[in-house]
């Protein structure tokens, strides 16, 4: 394994003079073996040799001799050239990895980010709390993203020369023998290593559960080798077939007669990422474009509704959706596929919903036939409930998840939309999500990242996301239909009531709302129906950014029913403090627009910050000490906003990587492009560094009360129409008049949630 110190340290000199050596050395076998250059050449030799009249034994064996000993001339050059190939590819890669090495390192550095000879990031700058330390300090998401990033580089590193060097091995096998076949460089020596790779963990799968825990780490270190390999993932699927895959896992999972893993045990946590590669391996798979493949899938969805058997004989049978399901939970998986595959599902599921027999809980639990079949057991994925699985691949999957809740199951008057079927929690027909022995629903979380994946155009775990161009016509209209999803997810969860019934849910759709902050930010310009006379969509640049009109009345609940809650509000607010920032600089120097765009943005805070307020009134009651502290907590989005930074690339639109607690990130979108807005990109970004400067430090203790609380929302909500005065010389009177426009805005804000019933208003 190459270490960051050894790709740092790394001298390509010698393998640079190895590929202009082995170049020269092609040349004179190439000249040997055709000629052009006049003199003696292998081909010469052998049509002589063919065209000679041969007598007795030298007919055969002589002319035989010298026909094989010419062709070894061609076979030279085969394995000369391919040797070339992989060593001139493997110089320039590792070129490139060491470069962008030390570019990752010189820009960690300057934000004191100190990287060790391992790849691990750790913050090595003075502390902000010593006298004349930095204003701001790196935050642990960031030290983790710089190790990530190296990390990257030198998992390429490895893969570079892990290819290679079994490519030359190869090569030097034979000490007798010249190769008829070579590579025609590192990708096609990466092709040829999964093939015979594919072979072997076929071969090693064909003995179940009977494979020891040593094979099954070699099963996961080869299929981690080849996770971007769709040789790999093709030769090894098709290899196995639809019915040796649900044997395979089925039997390794739970093979029954009391030999099923322990829970706690070291094979368990083995499967656990034999579960992860497995799946991994064959999402890439169904994307391979073949017929094999196709039929695979076919198979696959017919196998659904099947009860799939283990080997040793127990009558156990879980169905085959079940069996396929934990696998689903990890790659993406074909979009085609996925459509095709829940809605048989779906169908077979609402079948089998009866009176008597139960619904889903009861049809997925199996409880007079239990399989364990998710790993580790009882851990964050669904364990029985195939349609949780599903949900999770099509959080993986934004194109697939998009089609899916516009799809819909069954036939005729037996038709039902999906979205009815699986969001709509209390309507008619719909599904009775299966819950666990508290009474939680962990499937709701994954709807969850299905929707977020459908809303947002890019898998809800993406690191880092970012948001999908749209520059062709097919990227627009792929974000028009992302947006109209987006409108069903508003208009759905426009309570707080509603979305607690869906336990799990609500991170994700902060994490919606921050990624569609624009439009629910010009869906709330629009009182008394003011917007056209306004020139809204001119101010928010509605048809270059492809807006939606969400409507302002379920903008405002749904707005509301996130900021209830502490998390939610963090994400939204800070999304909305980035926006409106951005939204001011989108003006150029139309200073009338930039302060309307910045007074929309306090009304927009005014909602937000009064939602939260009320939230925590009445959830401590008359227990003041709570209160207050809670309070206090209501200004710690300031730190979000803080920590983020505007990535600019010329022509591109930009994005702003806001995180989230401490697990998630959102890709909140801009109100402007950067191509040849300059000044506009220099504006955005002093307002986020005016942010910086101006933080408010949540560790001390002098927040008491609701009136100070309130005081740092108003300050906070106040601080890009602050830096635009500053940056353009307002007079005092013109800040006066500023001021009093915004505390008016902040206070409508506040009144669109002013309710003593905000948890179900």
């Known amino acids: ?81 391919s040797i070339h190939k992989i060593l001139e590819e493997a110089h320039a890669n590792l070129k490139k990895h060491k470069e962008d090495l030390k570019t990752t390192i010189d820009t960690w550095a300057k934000k004191n980010v100190y990287i060790d000879d391992k790849g691990g990031a750790m913050y090595s700058g003075p502390q902000r709390e010593v006298e004349g330390g930095p204003k701001e300090q790196t935050s642990q998401e960031e030290v983790d993203q710089a190790a990530r990033e190296v990390g990257r580089i030198l998992e390429a590193a490895n893969e570079t020369d892990r290819i290679a060097a079994r490519a030359l091995r190869k090569h030097a096998q034979s000490k007798y023998d010249f190769d008829e076949t070579g590579y025609k460089g590192l990708k096609d020596a990466d092709r040829q290593q999964g093939i015979e790779d594919a072979d072997a963990m076929v071969k090693l799968a064909s003995k179940g ?94 196998l659904g509704d099947d009860p799939i058997k283990a080997r040793s004989g127990i009558p156990s049978a879980p169905y085959g959706f079940q069996v396929l399901g934990p696998l689903m939970t990890e790659g993406k998986w074909d979009t085609d596929f996925l459509n095709k595959y829940g809605e048989k599902m779906l169908e077979f599921e609402r079948k089998s919903d009866d009176p008597v027999l139960g619904g889903p809980k009861e049809l997925w639990e199996n409880r007079f036939n239990p399989a364990q079949l998710s790993y580790p057991p009882g851990g964050t994925k669904p364990d029985s409930d195939p349609v949780a699985n599903l949900m999770e691949a099509l959080g993986h999957n934004p194109e697939a998840s998009l089609q899916f809740f516009n799809g819909s199951s069954g036939q005729g008057d037996d038709a039902m939309n999906n979205w009815d079927y699986l969001v709509n929690k209390d309507g008619e027909g719909a599904r009775e999500w299966p819950t666990d022995d ?29 948001v999908p161009p749209m520059n062709t016509d097919e990227e627009k209209m792929a974000r028009d239909q992302r947006t109209l999803l987006m409108d069903q997810v508003v208009d759905h969860y426009k309570t707080a009531d509603t979305i607690d019934k ?128 809670e309070l206090e907590k209501q200004a710690e989005w300031r730190k979000y906003a803080a920590g983020a930074t505007i990535g600019v690339v010329a022509g591109v639109g930009a994005a702003v990587v806001v995180p989230a607690g401490v697990a998630a990130a959102i890709a909140v979108p801009l109100a402007f492009e950067t191509a040849g807005g300059a000044a506009e990109t220099q504006f955005a970004t002093q307002t986020i560094d005016w942010l910086k400067e101006n933080e408010f430090d949540n560790s001390q203790e002098s927040l008491e009360g609701i009136q100070e609380a309130k005081r740092a929302g108003q300050n906070n909500a106040l601080a890009p129409l602050r830096n635009y005065a500053e940056a353009h010389g307002m007079n005092p009177n013109e800040v006066r008049e500023m001021v009093r426009d915004a505390r008016g805005q902040y206070q409508d804000g506040g009144d669109y949630t002013d309710s003593d019933d905000v948890r179900g208003w």
């Not at 629903?441 to 459908?454: C, I, M, V, W």
Request: hydrophobic share 35%; net charge negative; charged share 25%.
């Open 1 to 81: 394994m190459v270490t960051c110190q050894e790709l740092q340290d790394l001298n390509l000199s010698k393998l640079n003079t190895a590929v202009t050596q082995w170049q020269q050395m092609l040349n004179k076998l190439v000249t040997l073996a055709d000629g052009g250059d006049g003199g003696i050449n292998a081909a010469d030799l052998e049509r002589k040799a063919n065209a000679a009249d041969w007598k007795g034994d030298n007919a055969t064996v002589t002319k035989q001799f010298t026909t094989t000993t010419a062709r070894q001339f061609d076979d030279m050059v085969t394995e000369a050239r």
């Open 209 to 302: 559960d009977g494979m020891t825990d040593d094979e099954l780490k070699r099963f996961n270190e080869i299929s981690k080798y080849h996770r971007d390999n769709p040789a790999f993932a093709e030769r090894f699927a098709t290899k196995l077939g639809p019915e040796g895959t649900l044997e395979f896992w089925r039997s390794l999972a739970d093979p029954g007669k009391g030999r099923t893993p322990d829970p706690d045990g070291d094979r368990a946590k083995i499967l656990a990422k034999v579960q992860d590669n497995l799946g991994i391996t064959l999402a890439n798979a169904t994307r391979a474009d073949t017929p094999e493949m196709q039929a695979w899938k076919d198979r696959m969805i017919e």
């Open 438 to 466: 508290d009474g939680k629903t962990t499937g709701f979380k994954n709807l969850g990242h299905a929707l977020e994946s459908g809303t947002l155009g890019y898998p809800y775990d993406q690191d880092p996301p970012s």
């Open 502 to 629: 869906q336990d799990g849910i609500r991170d994700s759709l902060a994490n919606m709302a921050a990624g569609h902050i624009d439009s629910l930010s010009y869906s709330m310009a629009d009182w008394g129906g003011s917007g056209q006379l306004a020139d809204r969509d001119g101010l928010f640049d509605h048809d270059g950014r492809k807006l939606c009109d969400f409507g302002e009345g379920d903008s405002a609940n749904f707005l509301r029913a996130l900021a209830s809650d502490k998390e939610s509000y963090d994400t939204v607010s800070t999304a909305q403090q980035i926006y409106g920032s951005s939204a001011m600089a989108a003006q150029g120097d139309n200073r009338q627009n930039a302060l309307d765009a910045g007074l929309h943005n306090m009304a927009m805070h005014g909602l937000l910050d009064q939602a939260r307020t009320e939230a925590i009134g009445e959830e401590f009651g008359g227990v003041k000490e709570d209160m207050n502290r």
